[in-house]
């Protein structure tokens, strides 16, 4: 998915005024024009008929004559200066913008290199400045290229933490002075390192939660966090992620909590396809998801929590299809589909637990087709299924399938079960233990 082109800074437009002549002889014209357009409708309103040819010209018409062709000198000079004013603004705003864009590359050129240091310390220093950059950037498509440093830096490849030194070592020897301290270099410079990333990360959230169209806001800019590793508590809370392009492909959440509470993702393009979520609590509690398109595809849930309770899913785009959950906890407790269109097909439930209850499915369409339930529990207990029209089904299970775990639909509330859901259960193993509301029927082949 490539980003999309943003519009042209005053810099690339550049100025296309035309010549001094051409100006104001066209806005003398425009002038004549005009002024012949209010004389034509004085007359008309006035009901003037003719003009009196036998008078005479005395003084006075003589002078008012003159005061009047004064007049009309006085205004063709005010023109005159109007248009001369108003090329030198302009050229003047260009120049300031040129100067503001040379002070920011400089500064953007220091930042990078403080950035590229051995030292993390120094590195510290070069994010902060490209931060500040951006929020003083004369215009977005600078605020863009300070933003994509930042995520590109989190990007890179990092040292890896040496964990501890076991005492004695596999080959049964006791490590030397120089080789404790060689391996504590490591260490420090690992955390420190880290320490740059997660400030990063810190300072996004930050960004992304002032409102947009105020200082020092980046809501409304692309990220592009592909391949990121997220391996300590940060906060995007209250967040608004609404760029053309905001990417966590092939992320990793490993360790920590990472909190999207209440958070914004009101745009398409929004991504975790790929994501891995391995350890720790990454949580969407009460987040928005509207208009737009939010992929999971292929996320692996592992261990650890994550948590959707009371999200909202409107109005737009939610895939996880092929998303595999194999541990831990993946939470959609109280969450609202409406409106759009959630597909989890192909996805594949081989542990942990799974929960729906008390979600809604209204207005829109959840596909469950192909997934697989195997080892997992599955709770759908007081879930809403309801229609979105008298014939078409809100949610369907159509090529789902069951083997192991358990699967709970107790009081699920609905206009019969859901589409193919039945079919699946009759056919499911005796290994699976299904709790169903009385009223549905299950017809065994």
């Given amino acids: 998915m490539m980003f999309r082109r943003r519009s042209r800074s005053l810099n690339e437009r550049e100025l296309r005024l035309w010549k001094v002549g051409r100006a104001l002889v066209l806005t003398f014209v425009a002038a004549v024009l005009v002024a012949g357009g209010v004389f034509y409708g004085l007359v008309v309103l006035l009901d003037f008929q003719e003009i009196d040819t036998t008078a005479k010209l005395d003084a006075k018409t003589l002078f008012d004559l003159v005061k009047l062709s004064f007049g009309v000198v006085a205004g063709a000079g005010a023109l005159v200066a109007l248009v001369v004013a108003y090329r030198r603004q302009r050229v003047d705003e260009a120049g300031a913008h040129r100067e503001a864009t040379r002070l920011h590359t400089e500064r953007f050129s220091q930042a990078v290199d403080k950035l590229g240091s051995d030292s993390p310390a120094v590195r510290l220093g070069g994010v902060h400045a490209l931060a500040g ?12 290229t ?207 637990e799974v929960v729906f209850a008390e979600a ?26 309801d229609r979105w029209q008298s014939s078409a089904p809100t949610v369907s299970f159509g090529g789902a399938s069951f083997s192991n775990g358990e699967v709970d639909f107790f009081g699920a509330l609905s206009h019969g079960a859901p589409d193919g859901l039945l079919d699946a259960v009759a056919s499911a193993p005796a290994t699976v233990r299904f709790v169903l509301p009385s009223s549905w029927t299950v017809v065994n082949p």
């Fill in 133 to 144: 950059l951006a929020d003083d950037a004369p215009d977005d498509n600078l605020r863009q």
């Fill in 146 to 352: 300070c933003i994509d440093v930042l995520c590109a830096y989190l990007r890179l490849p990092f040292p890896s933490d040496p964990g501890v030194l076991p005492d004695p070592l596999p080959d049964g020897t006791t490590p030397t002075e120089e080789r404790r301290d060689a391996h504590q270099n490591k260490m420090d410079l690992c955390h420190a390192l880290r320490e740059v990333r997660h400030t990063v990360l810190r300072l996004i959230g930050d960004h992304c939660r002032i409102p947009q169209g105020t200082h020092r806001s980046w809501q409304g800019c692309d990220l592009d966090l592909t391949g990121v590793t997220i391996d300590g508590s940060i906060d995007f809370s209250g967040a608004s992620f609404s760029g053309d392009r905001v990417s966590f492909d092939g992320a990793v959440f490993s360790g920590g909590t990472v909190n999207f509470d209440r958070a914004s993702f009101s745009r398409d393009g929004v991504s975790f396809d790929g994501a891995v979520f391995s350890g720790g609590t990454v949580n969407f509690v009460q987040a928005s998801f509207s208009s737009g398109r939010v992929f999971f595809s292929r996320a692996v849930f592992t261990g650890g929590t994550v948590n959707f309770g009371q999200a909202e899913f409107t109005g737009g785009m939610v895939i996880f299809n092929r998303a595999v959950v194999s541990d831990g906890t993946v939470n959609f407790h109280g969450v609202r589909f409406s409106g759009g269109i959630v597909g989890f097909g192909g996805a594949h439930f081989s542990g942990g």
């Fill in 360 to 385: 809604r499915f209204s207005g829109g369409t959840v596909g469950f087709g192909g997934t697989m339930f195997s080892g997992s529990t599955v709770s759908f207990r007081g879930t809403h299924f």
